[in-house]
C-alpha cells in the first residue's frame, strides 16, 4: 500500500501503523491458532510464518520513515495524538536498537520452543526442555546487550512490560510483600476442602453463567480449552479467552474469571484507538490487576458467593450438595500451600511470584544453571511455602512463560495484586457497598467504573501516570497487605 507524499505527516505516521497493526492482528491469530487448535506437529511450520510476520513488522516499524514523521510531530496539542507519538517513539526507539535477524530469531525459537514445552511437561521430563531454555536465555541476552547502558539487565526485560519499571524499585515491594506474607501464611488456620469429581461439562456451564452475569457476548467473545490459559485480542470486538478444566478441581472457574479480566480491558478500550499502539493496556501489571481483580476481589467475595453458590450448587450435586456456602467460601479462600502457582491462594501466590522473580536474575547473571533448575526450585519451593514438589511437570515445568521468552513478566501478577487492591479501594470509595451489588449477581457498576477510568483509555497514559490519576498515590503495596491481614485474620 503506497500513501501520497502530501498527506500530513500525522496521517501518513496512522497509516503505517494501522499497517502494522493488521500483521499484528494475523501474528496473533496464528499464536491463538497455535494454542487451541493446531495439531502439534505443525509447530515448525508455525514458527517459520510468525518469525517472517516479526521480521517484516520489525522491518517495517524501524525505517527511517518512521523517525522522520515522528521528528516532525513533535509538541501536538491534541493529548491523544501527542500520547501516540510519545509512545510509538518510545518503541521505535527500542526496537531500533535490536537487530532484525535476532527479533525474527526470538519469534521462531519461542513457537519451537512452546511445543517443546507442551511434551517436557506432560512427560515431566524437564531434561528434554533443556535446549530449549537455553536457547532462550541466549537469546534474552543478545537482546539485553542490545540496550548496554542499562545498569541492571533485569530492568531492559522488566521495561517492556512495564514503563519505567526497574528492579530495585520490584525488589524493594517484593521484601516488603515478604515480611508479611511469610509469618500470615505460618498462622493459617484450618479449613474445609472440596472434594471431587466436578464432570467437566457442568463447569463450563458455571463458567458460562459467570461470564455473561460479567458481561461477556457471545458476538464478540468466545472461550475455548487450552493447556495453559492465556486471553487475546486479535482485533477490535474479537475478544479469545481460554481456560483449562479439570474435574479433579474448580480451578477452571477462576482461570475463567482470570482471563475475563484479561478480555474486558482490551475489549472496553475505546474503539478510536483501533489499528494502533494506544489500542492495548498500558501495562502488564495494570493488565493482571484486571485479571486479579476479577478473580479474587470479585470472585472470592462474600458476596459473590451469595449470589452465585446456589446456581453453582445444583451442578455438582455429589460433590457439592451437603457442602453449605460458608464451608466452600472458606475452602475456595483458604490460605493452602500448594505447588501450582495458577491454584495458589491470595496469600501464597506472592512468594510463588518472588520465586520466580529471584531464578530469573539469577539465570541472566549465570549464578544458577538451566540443568540446576529442577533442584533449586524444589528446594525454595519447600522453603518458602513448606511444600515437597513431587514432580517436574508440578515445579520447574509447570508455567510456559519461559519456553516462550517471557523473563521479566512474572513480577507483573504480583504488581498486579498490589495494584488491584489500589483500584479497589477507590472504586468502593466511588460506588459504595461492592459486595452487596455482587450479592444481586449486578456486577455492571463495577465494570461500568473500570470502563471509564481504566480500559477506556487503552495506552494513552503510561502506567504510573494512570494509576496517579485514579488513585492519587504510585504504587503501594500497603492497601494489598492490609486487604489479606483483614481477610485472613
Known amino acids: 500500500m503506497t500513501f501520497a507524499t502530501a498527506a500530513p505527516p500525522l496521517e501518513r505516521l496512522k497509516a503505517i501503523l494501522a499497517e502494522l497493526a493488521d500483521l499484528q492482528h494475523a501474528e496473533s491469530i496464528a499464536d491463538w491458532d497455535s494454542r487451541v487448535s493446531m495439531p502439534p506437529e505443525g509447530a515448525a511450520a508455525r514458527a517459520d510464518v510468525v518469525a517472517t510476520l516479526t521480521r517484516v513488522m520489525h522491518e517495517r516499524f524501524v525505517s527511517d520513515e518512521v523517525g522522520e514523521l ?40 519461542a513457537g ?6 507442551d511434551k517436557a511437561k506432560a512427560a515431566s521430563d524437564f531434561a528434554s526442555f533443556v535446549p530449549h531454555l537455553e536457547r532462550q536465555l541466549e ?5 539485553i546487550a542490545c540496550f548496554p547502558e542499562t545498569e541492571t539487565p533485569y530492568d531492559v526485560l522488566l521495561d517492556e512490560y512495564e514503563e519505567g519499571m526497574t528492579t530495585a524499585e520490584v525488589q524493594k515491594v517484593f521484601t516488603r510483600l515478604k515480611e508479611e506474607l511469610v509469618p500470615l501464611i505460618e498462622r493459617r488456620q484450618p479449613a474445609p476442602e472440596l472434594t471431587g469429581p466436578f464432570p467437566v461439562e457442568a463447569q463450563q456451564r458455571a463458567n458460562r453463567l459467570v461470564l455473561e452475569a460479567f458481561g461477556y457476548d457471545p458476538a464478540a467473545w468466545r472461550i475455548d480449552e487450552t493447556p495453559h490459559p492465556f486471553a487475546s485480542k486479535p482485533g477490535f470486538a474479537d475478544i479469545r479467552l481460554t481456560t483449562h ?3 479433579r478441581d474448580l480451578t477452571s472457574l477462576f482461570s475463567t474469571m482470570h482471563e475475563f479480566g484479561h478480555g474486558v480491558y482490551e475489549f472496553d478500550i475505546d474503539p478510536s484507538l483501533a489499528r494502533s499502539p494506544l489500542a492495548q493496556g498500558t501495562s502488564s501489571a495494570l493488565h493482571e490487576s484486571q485479571s486479579r481483580m476479577w478473580e479474587n476481589l ?4 462474600r458476596g459473590f458467593w451469595r449470589w452465585f453458590y446456589p446456581k453453582l450448587q445444583p451442578l455438582f450435586p455429589d460433590a457439592l450438595g451437603t457442602v453449605d456456602e460458608e464451608s466452600f467460601l472458606q475452602a475456595v479462600s483458604a490460605i493452602r500451600p500448594g505447588f501450582i502457582r495458577g491454584d495458589a491462594d491470595e496469600a501464597t501466590y506472592g512468594l510463588h511470584i518472588i520465586l520466580r522473580f529471584e531464578l530469573e536474575q539469577e539465570l541472566l547473571a549465570g549464578t544458577v544453571e538451566i540443568r540446576d533448575l529442577p533442584e533449586i526450585w524444589n528446594s525454595r519451593m519447600n522453603d518458602y511455602l513448606g511444600v515437597d514438589v513431587p514432580d517436574d511437570a508440578h515445579g520447574v515445568l509447570q508455567d510456559m512463560h519461559w519456553s516462550i521468552g517471557l523473563l521479566g513478566y512474572f513480577p507483573t501478577y504480583q504488581l498486579g495484586n498490589v495494584i488491584s487492591v489500589q483500584l479497589w479501594e477507590r472504586a468502593r470509595a466511588d460506588l459504595g457497598d461492592l459486595e452487596e451489588q455482587f450479592a444481586r449477581g449486578e456486577f455492571g457498576q463495577l ?17 504510573r501516570e494512570l494509576l496517579q490519576r485514579i488513585t492519587g ?17
Open 298 to 301: 470479585v470472585g472470592r467475595s
Open 245 to 247: 478444566t479439570d474435574a
Open 70 to 109: 515522528l521528528g516532525a510531530l513533535e509538541g501536538l496539542d491534541d493529548p491523544t495524538d501527542a500520547a501516540l507519538v510519545r509512545l510509538t517513539r518510545r518503541e521505535w526507539e527500542r526496537a531500533r536498537r535490536v537487530p532484525g535477524e535476532l527479533a525474527a530469531e526470538m519469534s521462531h525459537s
Open 473 to 489: 498515590s504510585q504504587l503501594d503495596p500497603e492497601p494489598y497487605l492490609e486487604y489479606l491481614r483483614t481477610k485472613f485474620a
Open 112 to 117: 519451537i520452543a512452546v511445543a517443546a514445552w
Open 447 to 463: 465494570r461500568e467504573w473500570l470502563r471509564d477510568h481504566v480500559y477506556r483509555h487503552g495506552s494513552i497514559y503510561p502506567p
Open 139 to 143: 537469546l534474552k541476552q543478545r537482546y
